[in-house]
Nanobody
Framework: QVHLAESGGGSVQPGGSLRLSCVASGSVRSGSQIIWMGWFRQVSGKEREGIAAIDIGRDYKYLASSLKGRFAISQDNSQNRVYLQMNNLEVDDTATYYC??????????????????WGQGTQVTVTS
């Protein structure tokens, strides 16, 4: 089993930045080896939206086109951590952000159905 824990959420003014972190623990490198990790966000009453994902082994990164230039995903493989750097935040970025992990190859990284494990989420609020 794999456990994911997000941190780094909070309240920020428009134009501000936050860096979310997700650490994976448990059977990360054995029976439940993680090969993909991703970030999703969800606003109450709406579907969970794929933001970014990373192929852990090759360090290939994927980002929603609407967020390019503002968000970036990165990893520290030695610590089983994935980060989401969010710059120039907008009010519409307000959501609960979730970390996700997959133990099988991901074909549609933006789809929540591709991921096997989920964190509890961290709230990001952008308000003036």
């Amino acid at each position: 089993q794999v456990h994911l824990a997000e941190s780094g959420g909070g309240s920020v003014q428009p134009g501000g930045s936050l860096r979310l972190s997700c650490v994976a623990s448990g059977s990360v490198r054995s029976g439940s080896q993680i090969i993909w990790m991703g970030w999703f966000r969800q606003v109450s009453g709406k579907e969970r939206e794929g933001i970014a994902a990373i192929d852990i082994g090759r360090d290939y990164k994927y980002l929603a086109s609407s967020l390019k230039g503002r968000f970036a995903i990165s990893q520290d493989n030695s610590q089983n951590r994935v980060y989401l750097q969010m710059n120039n935040l907008e009010v519409d970025d307000t959501a609960t952000y979730y970390c996700a992990a997959a133990k099988r190859w991901v074909y549609e990284w933006w789809s929540s159905h591709e991921f096997d494990y989920w964190g509890q989420g961290t709230q990001v609020t952008v308000t003036s």
